[in-house]
């Protein structure tokens, strides 16, 4: 029997083509089912998200010297009235556009502080185009957290998610209205969490790359779950507009501050009294930690929780209340979420070894030339400080750099003019012969803390000496 050549390879050709469109169909379809279905999430958690406009107060300004109209004869007043904003050539007042999510099914809704800060009228309007009157019923601008509420019922809302289980990489998507834009989605990925920015100090900041906008201010952050796990508040920009980086308030954070806005209208934010500052690989080794974590505390103000619960001035905060601190800036959050005078738990490294302490936390308020002769230790020209300006800074003993050589290891360490070496190594740097003692004391090659004061800040270096002593 002869076989076909030409009809076997067009046979197997097909069966080939076949297989490989078969195989593409396939991949295609794991693709597509490996991708968050965002289209279903918008349409289902969309209806709890909201627009906001809001009308600013305006106080007109007062003009010295305008007589009381009312002394003044009728046919008289008109030549002492004054222009309103528009005759003046002054623009007249104009609403701000924000968004928000409703929390309750009786009309609470989170949004940003300043989307509502000074809003003479608040208006909510739904995906239905809906619109309601809101009050504010408080706002805390530490955190940028507001709670309002509209007069309704039976309201579609949000679910909430655990702040703790967010992950770097994973998907998420915003709903809002930028620009006035309502119900516009973006989507993107979480970028970093526990970001510590210098606009507010009680928040580890989410940081997205989702498109965020004016106007986005107060909209839900969502995962893929259709949770809620942060509110979009801030964006970095050259511009203006959006560049990649967005950032979101944790939604625990959030909800732990709107319970309290609802219960008394505001909030009572736990206080510490320490100063803190990130652990950096060479200040883990110079203190003896085996990791890189940590929040290490520069100083510790007289009469204060800390003070009174046994924190120590280099002392390296682990845990608080159970939670591991990776960061310096994920402890503030958690002390702020403490009511004043509940209690505390905390774990410290100290001296190589870890000491669990327990605090009762305060409530948080609103919260020169050297004059003696100067010597040079280790590249730095020091002088004395007056008792005056110890005061004023709030130590007790210190020496001031008033020179420093560029290459030398002071320099090195970070140390810079005007600062104030507190301690070296743990030895109280009050005289020249002291911090001389000190130096002779240091190990070669190893990086050992140096505590200054810089300005207000009390801060950490690490200073390591060379094959030589300068």
């Not at 994973?170 to 209205?177: K, N, R």
């Not at 520069?298 to 009469?303: D, I, K, N, P």
């Not at 050589?405 to 020249?432: F, H, R, W, Y």
């Not at 002291?434 to 050992?448: E, I, M, W």
Request: proline share 5%.
């Amino acid at each position: 029997m002869k076989l076909n050549t030409k009809k076997y390879t067009q046979y197997s050709k097909s069966i080939l083509t076949a297989g490989i469109l078969l195989c593409a169909s396939a991949g295609a379809q794991v693709h597509a089912q490996a991708l968050p279905d965002f289209a279903s999430l918008v349409e289902n958690e969309g209806s709890a998200v909201v627009n906001i406009a809001v009308t600013p107060a305006v106080q007109p300004a007062s003009l010295s010297g305008q007589p009381n109209l009312e002394q003044i004869p009728e046919q008289f007043r008109h030549f002492f009235e004054q222009p309103g904003p528009q005759q003046r050539g002054e623009p007249s007042p104009r609403s701000g556009v924000g968004s928000g999510f409703i929390v309750s099914d009786d009309g609470y809704i989170l949004t940003n502080a300043h989307v509502v800060d000074d809003a003479a009228n608040i208006t909510v309007r739904l995906r239905d185009r809906t619109e309601l009157e809101a009050s504010l019923i408080g706002l805390d601008t530490l955190t940028d957290v507001a709670l309002i509420k509209v007069d309704a019922d039976q309201l579609p809302t949000v679910r909430i998610a655990n702040s703790d289980d967010i992950a770097v990489g994973e998907w998420v998507l915003a709903i809002g209205s930028p620009f006035g834009f309502d119900q516009t989605a973006t989507q993107g990925i979480v970028s970093a969490v526990s970001r510590t920015l210098p606009s507010a100090d009680y928040v580890p900041f989410i940081q997205t790359d989702v498109a965020v906008n004016p106007g986005n201010s107060g909209g839900p952050l969502f995962n893929t779950d259709g949770e809620v796990i942060g509110i979009n508040s801030q964006i970095y920009s050259r511009t203006g507009g959006y560049q990649g980086l967005s950032f979101a308030i944790p939604i625990d954070i959030a909800m732990n501050v709107a319970e309290q806005l609802k219960e008394s209208g505001s909030t009572n934010r736990g206080w510490l009294g320490v100063g803190i500052q990130d652990v950096s690989p060479a200040l883990a080794e110079s203190f003896g930690l085996d990791r890189v974590a940590g929040a290490l505390v520069s100083s510790v103000s007289e009469g204060s929780p800390a003070e009174r619960g046994g924190v120590q001035e280099g002392d390296i905060v682990i845990t608080f209340n159970g939670k591991t601190v990776n960061r310096s800036g994920e402890l503030p959050s958690l002390v702020g979420s403490v009511r004043s005078g509940e209690k505390a738990n905390l774990t410290v490294f100290r001296n190589g070894d870890n000491l669990d302490l327990v605090v009762t936390i305060g409530q948080r308020g609103v919260e020169s030339v050297a004059s003696a002769d100067s010597d040079s230790i280790l590249g730095m020209t020091l002088a004395s400080v007056s008792e005056q300006e110890l005061d004023q800074m709030g130590i007790d003993q210190g020496m001031r750099v008033v020179e420093l050589e560029a290459e030398s290891v002071a320099a090195d360490s970070g140390i810079q003019v005007d600062d104030v070496i507190v301690k070296l190594n743990g030895a109280a740097a009050n005289t020249i012969d002291n911090l001389a003692q000190a130096v002779d004391t240091l190990p070669v090659g190893k990086p050992v803390p140096v505590l200054i004061q810089r300005g207000d800040n009390a801060l950490f270096l690490t200073l390591q000496l060379k094959n030589t002593v300068e």
